[in-house]
Structures are given as C-alpha cells and as structure tokens.
C-alpha cells in the first residue's frame, strides 16, 4: 500500500502517459516485476500483461524512457517520500 501512497502523492492528478514509462524506470530497481505490474497498472488502469510487457522493455533496455522525463519522475517521488519509502523495503 504504501507504494500506491507514494505515486499518488507524486501523482495526486493521475500519471500521464508521457511519465508512465519513467515511472517504471525510477521504481523498476525497487520492485519486484509483478509487484510493479499490479501496482502502476491498477493505478493507471491498464491491464497487467501490457504493463509487464512495458517493464520488460524498460528492463531490457528496448523502451528506453527520455532521461528528462526520467529525471523529472524522480524528482517528483523524492518530494513524495521515495528516500523513505526505500527504506521500508
């Protein structure tokens, strides 16, 4: 749950689709996939299997988020508590 607390409170109006793929960047290392696929997909509302096929991508390297997006997704769950909320693992 406190993951879902996390990217609410960087994302209090929803993550737009240019963030999606940064977002599974920054939280990819933390994360197991699955938990990753549940989390981001429920709160986006997209199916499981296409969020798992995206983190895939991510973590091969074959869908590369921009870094300026990379960056500003980070700096986001920073204000939001991503320091703390790695700790938690």
Known sequence: MSTV??????????VIEADYL???TVL????SDR????VVGHLIG???PLVMNDIWG????SKPAPP?????????LVTAG????????
């Open 5 to 14: 607390a996390l990217i609410k409170r960087a994302f209090p109006d929803g």
């Open 22 to 24: 940064a977002l599974l």
């Open 28 to 31: 990819y290392p933390h994360m």
């Open 35 to 38: 938990a990753l696929a549940k």
């Open 46 to 48: 997209q199916d499981y």
């Open 58 to 61: 991510v973590g091969g390297g």
């Open 68 to 76: 300026d997006a990379v960056a500003a997704v980070q700096a986001r």
């Open 82 to 89: 991503l320091e703390e909320w790695i700790k938690e693992e």
